[in-house]
């Protein structure tokens, strides 16, 4: 069983996604691919799945293969049942083919029968026929997804949706798994249990992640589908982030100190062209005895050897493509005033209680000038909820929530918060985004934050209607609109899910700086664990 992908190319009429994408998996590899929003990750993925077809190189798959996108389309009457029964199909035609081979043994005695009977048992066994359906109850436990197999689809929440679709393909031991994004929506323990069955997998796993700690804890190898000198992506060895993001900073580095090399060159060797272009116009109104003819010949040779020199530079020059996308964080302010060393949080909730979801008596939320807090626990304690009170877009029942004079509170949900229309492009979106916070008084025109200078999102992609960009773009785009109003309390729930891991690293960073208060829900261990000196609310 092995999967070998060589230079690869996917694209679409006038826009080319992927190329020169070559990496090998055999049994037991781990390949984690990383990159930037929009390289193609999720295209990557579908193509060696055999979703679209590639434009230029092959993909050669020995096995079965099982791929779990981050979206899973709803199909009319479709239960947790029907999804149980898709990933154990090749479990059951094993199971099936053990049976036939037993029986044409126990007929026939010929040797033929006896060593199919032997190719069944060994797959059998590695697929583990016999305890397939203690396998899917025992992950869809573990990841926190229902376990009643009548359960309507339709009847589940996203996040209750993806954990079912993943615990029952990670039962189902296919030769080669893909799976992309699979920490977004499972809490600690579920993501433990993933890593758990990541390292024990006999076949290849491939895995687009933000997760740096997966990175950390399962790879083998990391392939990083950002540009490179040569145009193509690479293949790191390296089996932890650090030592990835030290190789790819160092590769960086060599690549603009060429650049710049060659550039500076360059103009010197313009400079030059310059001089003999003037040398050889002289020459035409020489002065009296100046040897014209010799000073002529001397120009034109001088001019050729120049703009050989040019040619040559050109043909083996270094063409830098845009780099990679960096978050330019706005500088928001702290307060809507001057902060006072006795001023009233900017933000408060007490008692909060939504039926069903969430019930806090006796809790005191409070959120200063300035201030931090990171929420946790495991999925269904209410977490997104309370940030969904927090920034008021959610009624709680009972209890209050107050905000003081004029806080202006920005919010990233976990699940498309914000509601844009997706023909619009990303300006349009953005501008009506900023009509609603203006007539819903939550924007300040004084104060408003452009979308281009972000850096999250290049003014291609921002031209583009949203249908167009990938979830991770999309993401990118939403944590814009939570920014838009420079607000006094930014409010993020799962803040890293499907952004790249560089913005990752640039999004802790200014969120540990920024004079803004923040507020963070995540599972992302390594977030957690670069916020741990952050105030806790623990609702497990």
């Known amino acids: 069983m092995h999967l070998a992908v060589r230079d690869l190319a996917v694209g679409h009429p006038g826009r080319p996604v992927l190329r020169g994408v070559t990496f090998t998996a055999a049994a037991g590899d781990r390949v984690g691919l990383v990159g930037e929003n929009g390289t193609g990750k999720t295209t990557l993925l579908h193509a060696v799945a055999g979703r679209l077809e590639p434009t230029a190189g092959q993909v050669r798959l020995v096995g079965t293969l099982a791929l779990v996108e981050q979206d899973l389309p709803l199909v009319a009457g479709m239960t947790v049942g029907d999804l149980v029964e898709e990933a154990l199909g090749p479990v059951r035609a094993a199971a099936r083919e053990l049976d036939e081979a037993t ?15 032997a190719v069944a048992l060994a797959r059998a066994e590695r697929l583990g026929v016999w305890d397939a359906d203690r396998r899917v109850d025992e992950a869809l436990t573990r990841f926190g997804a229902p376990r009643d197999t009548t359960r309507p689809l339709a009847s589940l929440s996203v996040g209750e949706r993806y954990r079912a679709r993943l615990a029952c393909q990670v039962a189902g ?66 089996t932890d982030y650090a030592t990835y993001r030290y190789a790819r900073d160092q590769a960086w580095r060599r690549w603009q100190q060429r650049y710049t090399a060659e ?89 909060v209680h939504v039926p069903g979801r969430l019930d806090l008596p006796g809790v005191r939320v409070q959120v200063p000038p300035c201030g931090r807090l990171l929420v ?130 640039d999004l802790t960073e200014a969120l540990r700086a920024t004079s803004a208060a923040v507020v963070v829900a995540t599972h992302d261990r390594a977030l957690r664990a670069d916020l741990a000196d952050w105030p806790n609310l623990d609702l497990g």
Request: with cysteine; aromatic share 4%; net charge negative.
């Open 376 to 505: 946790t626990g495991p999925n269904g304690s209410g977490k997104s909820t309370l940030l969904g009170v927090l920034a008021g877009r959610v009624p709680s029942e009972r209890g209050v929530r107050s905000t003081g004079p004029g806080v202006r509170v920005g919010l990233l949900g976990q699940d498309d918060e914000v509601a844009h229309d997706t023909t619009r492009t990303g300006f349009e979106a953005y501008a009506a985004h900023a009509l609603r916070l203006l007539e819903a008084d939550e924007l300040d025109p004084q104060h408003l934050v452009p979308v281009a200078g972000l850096g999250l999102l290049s003014e291609d992609d921002l031209e583009r209607p949203l249908r167009e960009l990938s979830v991770g773009q999309r993401r990118r785009f939403d944590l814009a609109c939570a920014l838009l109003a420079a607000p006094h309390v930014l409010v993020l729930d799962e803040p890293t899910n499907h952004l790249s891991v560089a913005l990752v690293d």
């Open 173 to 238: 031991r296919a030769d080669v798994l893909l799976l992309d994004e699979p920490t977004n929506h499972l809490d600690v323990g579920g993501i433990d249990y993933l890593t758990e069955q990541v390292r024990r997998w006999q076949g290849a796993v491939v895995v687009v992640t933000h997760d740096r700690r997966l990175l950390d804890d399962v790879m083998t190898a990391i392939v990083d589908l950002d540009p490179s000198v040569d145009g193509t992506p690479t293949v790191y060895g390296a």
């Open 103 to 117: 029986a044409a043994v126990d007929a026939h005695q010929d040797q033929g029968d006896a060593e199919r009977l």
């Open 263 to 351: 550039r500076a060159r360059r103009e010197r060797l313009a400079e030059r062209l310059d001089t003999s272009y003037e040398g050889l116009s002289d020459e035409w109104r020489p002065p009296k005895g100046s040897q014209k003819h010799r000073r002529g010949t001397r120009a034109r040779i001088h001019v050729k050897a120049a703009d050989r020199l040019l040619e040559q530079l050109d043909a083996n020059a270094v063409e830098v493509p845009p780099p990679p996308v960096r978050l330019v964080f706005p500088d928001l302010p702290a307060s809507p005033a001057a902060t006072a060393a006795d001023s009233p949080p900017l933000l408060e909730a007490r008692g």
